[in-house]
């Protein structure tokens, strides 16, 4: 499981990208990467996914980037909307896009345990992201 500490004080940039449901006419979301393989995968189809956030979160890790993105109780809903998140929680077949200069990003597969990295072809993504800030 890939952790990936950060090193900007607590702050990283994100982008997180979903499945879109009528898209997903194989029925890949909430399937892991393993399963995505076996059924002849080898890469994730970034044309059935859109970006649903983009921005600074103060967060150090993956970890706490999927604690952060999971809405469990009232406040986090409204937390989360506040800062423009307005899709379902962080969940398998999600990816989280972690920037680490203008010019290079990391992609990780959200797992049924922990973060995978993975080519993500984010040039083939439905719809860009809104920049929310």
């Keep these: 499981m890939k952790n990936n500490k950060d090193t900007t ?9 979903q499945i879109i449901p009528e898209l997903d006419t194989d029925h890949i979301k ?7 393989q076996r059924h002849g995968y080898k890469n994730l189809p970034a044309d ?26 009232e406040s986090d809903v409204q937390y989360l909307e506040q800062i423009g998140f307005y899709s379902h929680s962080l969940s398998v077949s999600d990816v989280v896009e972690i920037h680490t200069s203008p010019s290079e990003s990391h992609f990780y ?20 992201y809104v920049i929310h800030e």
């Design 109 to 128: 597969f959200c797992d049924f345990i922990g973060f995978r990295e993975v080519e993500f072809q984010k040039e083939a993504v439905i719809s860009k």
């Design 9 to 17: 004080n607590g702050i990283m940039i994100i982008s997180i990208y």
């Design 30 to 36: 909430y399937m892991d990467l393993d399963f995505m």
């Design 48 to 73: 059935i996914y859109k970006c649903v956030y983009h921005g600074e979160v103060p967060v150090q890790d993956l970890n706490e980037v999927y604690r952060m993105f999971n809405r469990v109780t």
